[in-house]
């Protein structure tokens, strides 16, 4: 079986444009969350969904955003972005039996913002 | 919310070396993982340990969720083991994970 796949895998913007980073989870798995991990640091949580519910966000400003598709797929979206918001991304799925509880990590997105 | 903190920040072992790497949390959890992140930045999932001990191979780990203290030893190191190994809880009601600031170790040849 496949595991947490997320697309693209490196990507340069320019400040104050828009981005969509897109995660699929592993077969089976209904819970999709979204990490952001600056460098040297260890990730920090943006969103969670599961049944293309949000059920987490984290401290995180309103030009983030997120959603969950039917297929359990998910995209990140971030808006007007700033410097600051070059990071590594990364998409984990779970089981989510009630609560959460493993969780698979993609190999992320390399966003960088100049 | 509830803070994850990791000891020792860095770490320097000759191949076939033994170490223990400490994760202490503030408050109760009821989810506490351990990840190796490889040179790669790909993050590996070692252990789903909310409480008790596990064992994979070298690798084991063992959290006391009534101490708020969580443990992983490495046996018998390897060169493939470098990385940084991070730990992660989620407390109770919450849906997200906590990351530490992990801790980096180099084994070297």
């Known amino acids: 079986d496949a595991g947490v796949t997320q697309s693209p895998t490196h990507l340069i913007k320019t400040r104050g444009q828009h981005v969509t980073l897109r995660c699929s989870p592993i077969?089976?798995?209904?819970?999709v969350s979204w990490y952001q991990q600056v460098l040297g640091q260890g990730p920090q949580f943006i969103f969670q969904?599961?049944?293309?519910?949000?059920?987490g966000r984290g401290n995180f400003p309103d030009r983030f955003s997120a959603r969950q598709f039917p297929n359990y797929s998910s995209e990140l979206n971030v808006n007007a972005l700033l410097l600051g918001d070059s990071a590594l991304y990364l998409c984990?799925?779970?089981?989510?039996?009630?609560?959460?509880?493993?969780?698979?990590f993609g190999s992320g997105t390399q966003l960088s913002v100049l | 919310g509830i803070q994850v903190e990791q000891s020792p920040p860095d770490l320097i072992l000759q191949e076939g070396a033994n170490s223990t790497l400490r994760c202490n949390f503030s408050?109760?959890?009821?989810?506490l993982q351990w990840f190796h992140q490889n040179p790669w930045g790909q993050l590996i999932n070692l252990f789903y340990?909310?409480?008790g001990t596990k064992q994979n191979g070298r690798l084991s780990a063992t959290t006391v969720a009534t101490e708020r203290y969580s443990l992983l030893y490495i046996s018998s190191s390897q060169t493939t083991d470098s990385g940084v190994y991070f730990c992660?809880?989620?407390?109770?009601?919450?849906?997200?994970?906590?990351f530490g600031s992990g801790t980096r170790l180099q084994v070297q040849p």
């Open positions: 969904y599961y049944e293309k519910e949000e059920r």
């Open positions: 984990a799925s779970s089981k989510e039996t009630g609560y959460i509880e493993k969780l698979f």
């Open positions: 992660a809880a989620m407390d109770t009601g919450r849906r997200a994970l906590t």
């Open positions: 340990i909310p409480s």
């Open positions: 408050d109760s959890v009821n989810n």
């Open positions: 077969s089976g798995h209904k819970s």
